[in-house]
């Protein structure tokens, strides 16, 4: 797929090399580090695809907010009087001071400090000192704060936000295939999911592809993640009949493979793993006097879900990329992360953990204590994922002299839980959107093609 | 104010914590270890609930003893790959003060600047230690050490990989 002829792209190499006949995938690495190039990303995908804002969990009463920055912008999520769930751009419309300056909370009003405007859940001017001082040509419906032009929406409560004005592509339509495992995740669930308290806010000085790419890698977890898999084994944790099954076993070989959703969206999975799942696979590590809650739960799943469907939701687990920039991953326990590019070599990420609303004490306390175990800033694992990925920018610094990093992992064989089928979905759609002198469209690319 | 059955004095439990903290900074790790009950906590709590319980926020560390065990021994070997090489970390800690003492536990609170040196970068992990000692002969053990940070988020710092 070549990229000259537009945008300046004229005497620059090929960025996407995919060539299936030899099977051989290359990305040049100047799409790491090259400012232009962010630019570009900023224009034709994070404000053309939908972008993970935040879940509706947070906002559960009219009045509630959070602020956060997503794609790029300050927002505050409000759910309004009439509850209904909007983004809106966290700038007064007067002369853009940020209007809330509050990470969460509930309010009937937001008042802008500088000059007093008021603004409501809605995002509707409420009031502003001084009114008759203006003329009949302002109009303070048109002062209300500003929304995503291209819609806000959601999907078993992940709120989603679309900024592109002539956006047509509706949440649905662009999540394709990605559904299927949103629902399972979320499926742990009796009623909904919701945001456990506690945010994990930090950040990793690499490029945000490197982060997709390490966020749904099976290839690199037996030596990034050694230490890891050593805790999990000299804990007594380790569930070896487990891990027999997972090497020998060629049904739990086919389910730990990467997927092809569609639109760019992947997941690695859904596979049965040794170190356990709240709802509900019990592992050793969990203590024998906790097994009979667990098989309690899993019968339970039984009677709501189905047999073959509580299997699935209990017992596997699976890591998901929704492209641009969210991953949901429901492994050890279940994280949703997405993060931002403020330069080409850094990123900004937040990642909750999520549970079932009805959860239990004891199985909430479990479901954050294994979340912790791996993931996150002081985990077992993440730490050396920012490692590796920060090692990996350092290494950038020969891009002129070392261009292309190789993604051919699996081209010419059925797909294997370490390939990197996953990481070619998702450059193939990045190259889609950003190659096309016309703007490709965010949806459209069906589920299972490609090598 | 101390209502002590024995005095505990603030002399005391800052060379305490200063020993400790030289322990750390020269990743002196088993004998950091060993200043520990055998029943003990370690803790950083979320950087936007920093008063929170680990049972129902997420936190970034609660480690038990044997997590705590654990960590110190990956930390010993070669695959905290966060941490090879090493971070070089200066501690610095005021502002020492005993919250409460009851029978032989002690309650103290301290601040700190951990600076982590590694790789021609500095970063600095801002915020206030919580320990609850346990009279030991002469010294102390701790049986919980919280570090709660300061800091917003974790940026541009990445991960906690070492031991705060």
């Given amino acids: ?451 | 104010m101390p209502t002590a059955t024995s005095i505990v004095t603030r002399h005391e439990v800052e060379d305490f914590l200063f020993e400790e903290a030289a322990l750390l900074d020269e990743w002196r790790l088993d004998e950091w270890l060993d200043l520990f009950t055998l029943v003990c906590g370690y803790y950083v709590p979320p950087t936007d609930v920093p008063d929170g319980d680990h049972r129902t926020s997420l936190f970034l560390i609660a480690d038990d003893r044997a997590r705590l065990e654990s960590r110190v021994e990956q930390l010993k070997g070669r695959f905290v790959h966060a941490e090879h090489p090493h971070s070089r970390t200066r501690r610095l800690i005021g502002n020492v003060r005993i919250r409460e003492v009851v029978g032989d536990t002690v309650r103290v609170t301290s601040n700190f600047i951990v600076y982590r040196l590694r790789l021609e970068v500095t970063d600095a992990y801002v915020g206030r230690y919580e320990h609850t000692l346990q009279r030991d002969g002469g010294s102390f053990k701790i049986s919980e050490r919280r570090a709660v940070l300061d800091l917003d988020a974790l940026r541009p710092h990445g991960k906690v990989s070492f031991l705060l």
């Fill in chain 1, 1 to 451: 797929m070549a990229t000259n002829g537009h945008n300046g792209y004229a005497h620059r190499p090929e960025l996407v090399i995919d060539d299936e006949q030899q099977g051989l995938f290359r990305v040049h690495r100047s799409v790491f580090t090259d400012p232009d190039i962010l630019a570009l990303e900023r224009e034709r995908i994070f404000d053309r695809c939908w972008i993970y804002a935040g879940h509706e969990s947070e906002v559960r009463k009219p009045g509630d907010f959070v602020t956060r920055r997503v794609a790029g912008r300050p927002v505050i999520i409000s759910r309004g009087n009439d509850d209904k769930v909007r983004v809106l751009l966290n700038s007064c419309t007067h002369r853009g001071a940020i209007v809330c300056r509050e990470l969460s909370g509930n309010a009937k009003v937001h008042q802008c400090f500088y000059h007093g405007w008021t603004y409501t859940p809605e995002g509707a001017i409420n009031g502003l000192p001084g009114a008759d001082a203006y003329s009949d040509a302002f109009d303070r419906n048109e002062r209300r704060l500003q929304e995503p032009p291209g819609g806000v929406s959601s999907y078993r409560d992940l709120i989603f936000v679309n900024f592109n004005p002539v956006n047509d592509v509706s949440l649905e339509d662009y999540l394709a295939d990605a559904k299927d495992y949103i629902d399972v995740m979320a499926d742990q669930s009796e009623g909904h999911m919701e945001v456990i308290s506690g945010t994990q806010s930090y950040s990793m000085k690499g490029n945000y592809k490197l982060l997709v790419e390490n966020s749904i890698d099976g290839y690199h977890a037996a030596t990034t993640h050694k230490r890891y898999f050593d805790w999990l084994a000299s804990a007594n944790a380790l569930d070896k009949d487990v891990m027999g099954s997972m090497l020998n076993d060629t049904d739990q070989r086919a389910r730990l493979t990467p997927k092809v959703l569609g639109n760019g969206h992947a997941i690695v999975g859904r596979a049965v793993a040794p170190w356990g799942r709240p709802m509900a696979q019990w592992i050793p590590y969990f203590g024998e006097d906790r097994k009979p809650r667990f098989d309690e739960m899993y019968a339970k799943a039984v009677e709501r879900l189905g047999e073959e469907r509580a299997y699935e939701v209990c017992m596997t687990g699976g890591n998901l990329h929704i492209f641009p920039n969210l991953i949901i991953n429901d492994i050890m326990s279940t994280t949703i992360r997405t993060f931002y590019p403020v330069e080409p070599g850094y990123m900004e990420i937040t990642a909750w953990c999520v549970g079932p609303e009805e959860e239990q004490p004891a199985e909430r306390a479990l479901r954050l204590d294994n979340f912790i175990t791996f993931l996150g800033p002081g985990g077992f694992a993440t730490p050396d994922d920012v490692e590796a990925l920060e090692a990996c920018q350092r290494g950038f610094e020969t891009v002129k002299e070392v261009q292309y990093s190789d993604i051919s992992r699996g081209m010419k064989r059925d797909p294997h839980g370490d390939d990197e089928l996953q990481m070619r979905a998702f450059w193939r759609q990045w190259a889609r959107l950003m190659n096309a002198s016309e703007p490709a469209s965010i949806a459209g690319v069906p589920a299972g093609v490609g090598v």
